[in-house]
């Protein structure tokens, strides 16, 4: 979805509790078309929340990577999704399923 500047928009805050965060971010996100603003731009990424989220999401990262290049190494297929909408309901399913 594209958003232009002769769009009308609509301004609104959000409070939520941290148990129903996720699901509801998850679902705001699907829709593609809203945008965060920091209501602290001044606080520290260290000071934040879910700056302890953010760094374990960073170390998943290497994680994967190398994984990716081990698997790379012994010629096994690495089979990226080339679309996140196709991703999301197999996320979806999965973290439906985990429990």
Not at 5 to 30: A, I, V
Not at 35 to 52: K, N, V
Request: overall charge negative; some cysteine; aromatic content about 12%.
């Amino acid at each position: 979805m594209n958003l232009f500047r002769s769009e009308e928009m609509s301004y609104f805050q959000l409070s939520m509790s941290r148990e129903t965060s996720w699901e509801t971010l998850n679902e705001l996100g699907d829709l593609s078309c809203l945008q965060f603003i920091d209501q602290d731009p001044h606080t520290a990424a260290f000071a934040r929340p879910f700056a302890e989220h953010i760094r374990r999401i960073d170390d998943l990262e290497v994680k994967i990577n190398m994984i990716a290049s081990e698997m790379k190494r012994f010629g096994k297929p690495v089979l990226p999704y080339d679309d996140v909408a196709e991703f999301l309901p197999e996320l979806k399913g999965f973290l439906n399923n985990k429990n």
